[in-house]
């Protein structure tokens, strides 16, 4: 916590460039950094919701997020110019999340057949809920 | 309301004459409860006289838009003059005693004053207007507190008893104002609040006010900042760009918002004076300028905090050029920013004492690079011409600094405060071995190759002193007896969990078993953090003063004690313990590791009962490790042990070992031990190395040498037959094979026998 807090401070003081955080339910916001606190809450500007399935990405435009501490995973700069220096794809935001849906759709389906498979042997795994996280 | 008396029911005359006597009862409770304004004053008319005045007042106020600001005021200030007397003839004297009710008429006649001011700012006017409106509207009053709190030029209060009032009142922090503009704090949710001064009490205080009995703030809070900016540091501290600094005299006073509100506090209650405590908070590096702008500050400072309304919100966000930052000196214009930005990166100064060198190298190089990248921005020559390109840029970006410096600080020096400790080993344990690692790989590397020679710095861990703070819990002042508020440093005991140990009878046995089981896991577990300790105390003995040695030394040697009776399992009153203690230990994978951990600080008898207990139950243990296969990791303890025992014991070992038969003359059937423990991994390699050592005591000694009935050689030759009888199948491989084998059981065997052992136990490397 230490070390990601000192770097923190020194990248937002010294840059104001792009941020992207990776929030703990998965999702990856990409903005400017305003403001912060000493709990890591967040203020984001103009913040970029980016989807990434397989090779294509999608931006979903947000405004101005404000994340809580708890929920951030981790912060990096973005290097503006190697931001454009990417193989991946972008796509429109429909597309994307169609794609998403699809992915979603097919992981679903496999955990089915996965837990029917260990039913079938008389073995069962109990599911993960979010909440049961902690 | 007609009274009772003018009922025109005339049915029961007694009645109501009963009803007359409870009438002036009523009245008497009326008068106790109300005072005397329920039965003296009419508040009907009261109160319809000032119904008349809010139709009034607010056509007075439309008639009048035009006069001009101090005629309005005038008239109203009648108004207000007739309204304040009703008012306070209506407020009875117990709510006196209620904070949030004084504080509003508190502020009423305070305002009497200000109208006629010309420097009235917009926030004045605003709050006459709003006052004319209706007094009684409560929800004004809060607005009425935090202007209050932002325009500390107000002078002082004339009544005593409200001053006293208003430094009693809630610390105003708390209180959200209702206006239009965005709800300006002038300090940021979560600081810590300031400390209040404990008033002298007047009056008596009839609602308890929580007394906070903090202990004084932390010294550290200053710390900080006095280890940060001592000379010695800065000047050692690499690409120090303080004293490169293009603008070195003009330092803006960066104070924290803390600081800040300290500040408007103190002017607050005392314009004109500083109390010396609050500057006394401040940290040092500021305290140079800060003492010469002293008397500037409070003036120019407060002033600077009375802006016109749009000019308050930008005290807070740096955007509008038209508010100049803080410091009056800089030029204004395109000034502030260029000075915002450079103030940012050399102002900021993080101690990074405790950070280990090369980690604080990375982070000042990163730092650098950055400013750099700046400077470059900025450029170093045109100044006019990059200036405006970065104005550009920052014009683009208005929200670019939307935090303010103090602001980054404050939010870095509280996470300064909590990297800061007393035992960096205690706290930060893989941070400091992973850097230490580091460091002895890139020593090694620099003995290896001819590298350039980079600073051999060695982490020298800054302690800082630990300060005990006796949490004293909340208090409250004028409660009977005594509230307990619980909190996290005062926790409160929510669960009753009493331990009871049941009775051995009405156990089963399956039971017995698994408490037994529990227990033995206890005591591996207080016995690893023995161990852990006294692993430990190497390096405390190096920290340690001269006198503190000794003392270190006997907590070591009892703890080891401890250790080993943990292990044995001391029983009082018996001579001999018995090994079942230390085999159900053994049995636990974490025992056996344990062990291994703490053979090296026995003393060799101790350490030696210790091999002969394993050796004696070593198939029992053999059988119990076959899951965790850990046995192995006690083979180099107990080989480096081997080397300090004498020949005697080595022969008993040996035959403990190999379970051999007292007398050497009828040999058993069958030596079940000896091949549970030749098809164990560990256990033939224990079983090598005890023979490779009994051979390097006798060919060293000369003396026994020629002995024939030396002990080893008697054993030696049941070993042997022994060996020789064992069939070949499932021997183990063994980790390591000592090389003087051979010549071992040459001594003792024939030509023959001696080919048959060595394949046996493959002791010729070819074979393998």
């Known amino acids: 916590m230490r070390l990601v807090t000192l770097s923190l401070i020194l990248s937002l003081f010294l840059s104001p460039e792009k941020h992207l955080v990776l929030l703990r339910d998965g999702r990856t916001l990409i903005g400017f950094l305003r403001s912060i606190d000493q709990f890591a809450n967040l203020v984001l500007h103009q913040t970029v919701e980016r989807i990434h399935v397989g090779k294509k990405y999608g931006d979903i435009p947000r405004g101005i997020f404000v994340v809580r501490g708890e929920n951030v995973v981790l912060l990096g700069e973005i290097d503006l110019e190697k931001e454009s220096d990417t193989p991946l794809q972008q796509v429109s935001i429909e597309e994307i999340l169609e794609e998403q849906r699809a992915e979603q759709q097919a992981k679903l389906e496999a955990e089915k057949l996965k837990v029917q498979a260990l039913k079938d042997r008389g073995l069962s795994i109990p599911r993960a809920d979010t909440l049961d996280e902690y | 309301m007609f009274s009772l008396e003018d009922c025109p029911l005339d049915e029961d005359e007694d009645a109501f004459q009963g009803l007359g006597e409870e009438d002036e009862e009523i009245d008497q409770f009326n008068d106790d409860t109300f005072g005397s304004g329920a039965v003296d004053d009419d508040w009907q008319e009261a109160h319809e006289r000032l119904a008349e005045l809010e139709e009034k007042l607010p056509a007075a106020v439309n008639e009048q838009t035009g006069n001009g600001e101090r005629d309005e005021m005038d008239l109203l200030g009648d108004h207000e003059e007739n309204l304040a007397e009703r008012l306070s003839k209506m407020v009875i004297e117990?709510?006196?005693?209620?904070?949030?009710?004084?504080?509003?008429?508190?502020?009423?006649?305070?305002?009497?004053?200000?109208?006629?001011?010309?420097?009235?700012?917009?926030?004045?006017?605003?709050?006459?207007?709003?006052?004319?409106?209706?007094?009684?509207?409560?929800?004004?009053?809060?607005?009425?507190?935090?202007?209050?709190?932002?325009?500390?030029?107000?002078?002082?209060?004339?009544?005593?008893?409200?001053?006293?009032?208003?430094?009693?009142?809630?610390?105003?922090?708390?209180?959200?104002?209702?206006?239009?503009?965005?709800?300006?704090?002038?300090?940021?949710?979560?600081t810590p609040?300031?400390?209040?001064?404990?008033?002298?009490?007047?009056?008596?205080?009839?609602?308890?006010?929580?007394?906070?009995?903090?202990?004084?703030?932390?010294?550290?809070?200053?710390?900080?900042?006095?280890?940060?900016?001592?000379?010695?540091?800065?000047?050692?501290?690499?690409?120090?760009?303080?004293?490169?600094?293009?603008?070195?005299?003009?330092?803006?006073?960066?104070?924290?918002?803390?600081?800040?509100?300290?500040?408007?506090?103190?002017?607050?209650?005392?314009?004109?004076?500083?109390?010396?405590?609050?500057?006394?908070?401040?940290?040092?590096f500021v305290g140079s300028p800060l003492a010469a702008m002293n008397p500037?500050?409070?003036?120019?400072?407060?002033?600077?905090?009375?802006?016109?309304?749009?000019?308050?919100?930008?005290?807070?966000?740096?955007?509008?050029?038209?508010?100049?930052?803080?410091?009056?000196?800089?030029?204004?214009?395109?000034?502030?920013?260029?000075?915002?930005?450079?103030?940012?990166?050399?102002?900021?100064?993080?101690?990074?004492?405790?950070?280990?060198?090369?980690?604080?190298?990375?982070?000042?190089?990163?730092?650098?690079?950055?400013?750099?990248?700046?400077?470059?921005?900025?450029?170093?020559?045109?100044?006019?011409?990059?200036?405006?390109?970065?104005?550009?840029?920052?014009?683009?970006?208005?929200?670019?600094?939307?935090?303010?410096?103090?602001?980054?600080?404050?939010?870095?020096?509280?996470?300064?405060?909590?990297?800061?400790?007393?035992?960096?080993?205690?706290?930060?344990?893989?941070?400091?071995?992973?850097?230490?690692?580091?460091?002895?790989?890139?020593?090694?590397?620099?003995?290896?190759?001819?590298g350039p020679k980079k600073e051999r710095t060695k982490l020298i861990t800054p302690q800082v002193a630990k300060l005990e703070h006796t949490y004293k819990p909340v208090q409250f002042e004028g409660s009977l007896g005594k509230l307990t508020v619980s909190s996290v440093n005062n926790p409160r005991k929510?669960?009753?969990?009493?331990?009871?140990?049941?009775?051995?009878?009405?156990?089963?046995?399956?039971?017995q078993v698994r408490d037994k089981r529990r227990k033995t896991l206890f005591i591996i577990e207080k016995t690893y953090s023995l161990l852990l300790d006294v692993e430990d105390y190497e390096r405390r003995?190096?920290?340690?003063?001269?006198?503190?040695?000794?003392?270190?030394?006997?907590?070591?040697?009892?703890?080891?004690?401890?250790?080993?009776?943990?292990?044995?399992?001391?029983?009082?009153?018996?001579?001999?313990?018995?090994?079942?203690?230390?085999?159900?230990?053994?049995?636990?994978?974490?025992?056996?590791?344990?062990?291994?951990?703490?053979?090296?600080?026995?003393?060799?008898e101790q350490a030696a009962d210790i091999l002969m207990t394993t050796?004696?139950?070593?198939?029992f243990l053999i059988k119990k490790d076959a899951q965790d296969e850990v046995l192995p990791c006690l083979l180099s303890p107990f080989s480096l042990l081997l080397y300090h025992l004498p020949p005697v014991t080595v022969t008993s070992l040996l035959q403990q070992l190999m379970n051999l038969p007292q007398s050497a003359a009828a040999p058993a059937p069958s030596n079940p031990h000896?091949?549970?423990?030749?098809?164990n991994k560990f256990g033939l390699s224990l079983l090598l190395v005890v023979l490779s050592r009994g051979e390097d005591l006798q060919s060293s000694d000369p003396a026994s040498e020629s002995a024939q009935s030396n002990p080893w050689t008697e054993v030696m030759f049941v070993a042997t037959r022994e060996l020789l009888r064992i069939p070949?199948?499932?021997?183990?491989?063994?980790?390591?094979?000592?090389?003087?084998?051979?010549?071992?059981?040459?001594?003792?065997?024939?030509?023959?026998?001696?080919?048959?052992?060595?394949?046996?136990?493959?002791?010729?490397?070819?074979?393998?």
């Open chain 2, 728 to 768: 070949q199948t499932g021997l183990a491989k063994p980790i390591s094979i000592p090389t003087n084998l051979v010549s071992l059981f040459s001594r003792y065997v024939d030509r023959q026998k001696l080919n048959l052992l060595e394949t046996k136990l493959q002791l010729v490397q070819g074979i393998r």
């Open chain 2, 494 to 511: 929510m669960i009753d969990a009493v331990v009871t140990s049941r009775s051995e009878d009405d156990e089963t046995k399956e039971k």
């Open chain 2, 296 to 450: 500037k500050l409070l003036q120019g400072r407060v002033g600077q905090m009375l802006p016109p309304a749009p000019g308050f919100r930008a005290f807070f966000s740096a955007p509008p050029p038209a508010t100049p930052p803080p410091p009056q000196q800089h030029p204004p214009g395109p000034g502030p920013h260029l000075q915002n930005l450079r103030s940012q990166a050399p102002m900021f100064r993080p101690d990074t004492t405790h950070l280990h060198p090369q980690h604080r190298r990375l982070l000042h190089q990163r730092q650098q690079q950055n400013r750099n990248q700046h400077r470059n921005i900025n450029g170093a020559g045109d100044r006019g011409g990059h200036r405006s390109s970065h104005q550009d840029h920052i014009r683009k970006d208005p929200y670019a600094n939307l935090m303010l410096q103090r602001e980054k600080d404050w939010v870095s020096k509280i996470q300064m405060m909590q990297l800061q400790s007393t035992d960096p080993y205690l706290d930060d344990f893989y941070y400091q071995n992973y850097f230490e690692k580091l460091e002895k790989l890139s020593a090694a590397e620099e003995v290896q190759g001819d």
């Open chain 2, 615 to 619: 050796a004696r139950n070593l198939p």
């Open chain 2, 94 to 190: 117990n709510e006196l005693e209620d904070p949030a009710i004084m504080r509003a008429v508190q502020t009423r006649p305070v305002l009497q004053t200000q109208p006629g001011s010309l420097n009235s700012s917009i926030w004045d006017g605003s709050e006459v207007l709003r006052r004319i409106r209706g007094p009684l509207l409560a929800q004004e009053m809060p607005t009425v507190s935090v202007l209050e709190y932002a325009l500390p030029q107000r002078p002082p209060q004339g009544p005593e008893d409200d001053r006293d009032l208003s430094e009693r009142a809630l610390p105003r922090r708390s209180t959200s104002p209702v206006i239009g503009s965005p709800p300006v704090k002038a300090v940021p949710i979560g």
């Open chain 2, 193 to 284: 609040p300031k400390q209040m001064a404990v008033p002298s009490f007047n009056q008596q205080i009839l609602c308890p006010k929580p007394v906070h009995v903090r202990p004084p703030m932390p010294p550290r809070y200053p710390a900080p900042y006095g280890e940060r900016m001592s000379p010695n540091q800065l000047c050692s501290v690499p690409n120090s760009s303080l004293l490169g600094h293009p603008f070195p005299a003009s330092v803006p006073p960066v104070l924290s918002p803390l600081q800040r509100a300290q500040l408007l506090g103190g002017a607050q209650l005392q314009p004109g004076r500083m109390s010396p405590s609050q500057f006394a908070r401040v940290p040092g």
């Open chain 2, 674 to 679: 000896l091949s549970a423990v030749l098809q």
């Open chain 2, 541 to 604: 003995y190096l920290l340690s003063l001269e006198e503190e040695r000794p003392a270190l030394m006997d907590e070591r040697k009892h703890k080891i004690c401890c250790m080993y009776d943990n292990l044995r399992g001391k029983l009082p009153g018996q001579e001999r313990p018995s090994d079942d203690h230390f085999v159900q230990i053994m049995c636990i994978r974490k025992g056996k590791r344990m062990v291994a951990r703490i053979l090296p600080f026995l003393s060799t």
